[in-house]
């Protein structure tokens, strides 16, 4: 056997994205951690570094943990001839820094990964995080996209899906992984766990996330204006739609009352409000959800995604999506149920405790990895023993 061929207990892993934003970018980071921690070597490649400072801030610390260093590509979220370089420029790296796997996440940096040729190196590994999962095949650029992942199929070693429901949307939409596939929720860390501690003029209820419809804002404003109550909201978060939000809380009625803070820390968000509200169109497993839940919030969000697997016996109390008279009697019903809302608070504590957790995910994603080198090794190994027997048996 080449030495090649011999694993390493130390991998050398390279994490390929497009936004550092988001619940994609806190689980990369997380990952690198966990698997710096684990004793491997880490490296990332994403696309233009971000102007919000919380995220700047988390770009600072995830390179604490990247040996392999981070390199910043432009990446329009759209294809385009800049692709064609940077998929040159990614090649070039993945051979420098001898990368054993190559993950790619979301739509951007899973095709980035996947179409990489073979003969450079590396797993190819994907995430899809939603991405391209959010695309409706009836509309032209649905269509192209998700023929796009049918054929990525082919130049994919492992696909990761955090929901067994991002699994079924694959199956639905795009048919068979067609390779090794595996479940792996996102999770948090044990400090996340510690309480939040109120602040003295917190709001009835907290949305946080980027700015953008399909995170519901728009539901979310509709409905405190439908309540018919006193309400106090906050809206957490930037976005290139902040504008229109803004008009909407405008027009809200004088016993409304909505104010947009701006970007921050997760857990400084938590104290402003009483109440998480996630009310996203579209998900794949919100990491605000398990956020909130640790820090012992209790969460009112719609039935999309996986977010019925993180609520488990309690999803019932989900809401669908767009429901704007269902969100708006929820939100009543919270105001004068407290004791019931901090109930369901500490059951979705424990359930994310006992089944979400950053090690069990880092320790899933990691040994996902490495059946995938074994395989491949027992693979080589079998390939040249028939290449050998092979030769033996020609005449000389």
């Known amino acids: 056997m080449s030495d090649a061929l011999i694993p390493s207990p130390s991998m050398r892993i390279l994490h390929v994205f497009r ?54 590509l ?13 998929m040159l420029r990614l090649m070039s790296h993945v051979r420098r820094v001898r990368a054993d796997v190559v993950h790619g996440h979301g739509a951007k940096g899973g095709a980035y990964a996947r179409l990489m040729p073979r003969f450079v190196g590396g797993l190819r590994v994907y995430t899809p995080h939603g991405g391209a999962l959010h695309f409706d095949r009836r509309n032209m650029q649905g269509f192209v996209f998700l023929a796009a992942e049918r054929l990525m199929r082919q130049r994919t070693d492992g696909l990761i899906f955090e929901s067994d429901f991002g699994l079924r949307t694959f199956i639905k939409k795009i048919g068979d992984p067609a390779t090794s596939s595996a479940v792996i929720h996102n999770g948090v860390k044990e400090d996340e766990f510690a309480p ?89 497993l919100p990491y605000v959800v398990l956020e909130a839940a640790a820090a012992g919030m209790p969460v009112i969000a719609t039935r999309v995604g996986g977010m019925s697997e993180i609520f488990g016996a309690d999803a019932s109390s989900l809401i669908s999506p767009r429901d704007v008279g269902g969100l708006a009697d929820r939100l009543r019903h919270a105001i004068h149920h407290p004791d019931e809302m901090a109930a369901l608070a500490e059951r979705l504590r424990a359930r994310v405790r006992a089944e979400f957790s950053a090690r069990q995910m880092v320790d899933g994603v990691v040994g996902f990895y490495r059946r995938l080198l074994d395989a491949r090794i027992v693979s080589s190994v079998e390939h040249d023993d028939e290449e050998s027997a092979g030769a033996e048996g020609v005449p000389s």
């Open 19 to 72: 936004a550092p934003l988001g619940g994609l970018f806190r689980h990369v980071c997380d990952l690198a951690e966990g698997q710096r921690g684990a004793g491997h070597k880490v490296g990332v490649i994403c696309g233009d570094a971000p102007d919000d400072p919380v995220s700047m801030m988390r770009l600072r610390e995830l390179a604490k943990h990247c040996e392999l260093g981070i390199r910043v």
């Open 74 to 86: 432009p990446m329009n979220r759209m294809p385009g001839i800049g692709d064609a370089a940077n």
């Open 196 to 284: 939040v501690e109120q602040s003295s003029d917190a709001a009835d209820f907290v949305f946080i996330g980027e700015l953008r419809e399909l995170k519901g804002i728009g539901t979310l404003i509709d409905a405190a204006t439908l309540a018919g109550h006193e309400i106090h909201l906050r809206i957490v978060g930037s976005g290139a739609e902040r504008a229109k939000f803004e008009e909407m809380a405008s027009s809200a009625p004088s016993l409304v009352r909505i104010e947009f803070m701006g970007p921050m820390p997760a857990r400084k968000a938590f104290a402003l409000g009483r109440i998480v509200v996630v009310p996203s169109h579209h998900e794949s």
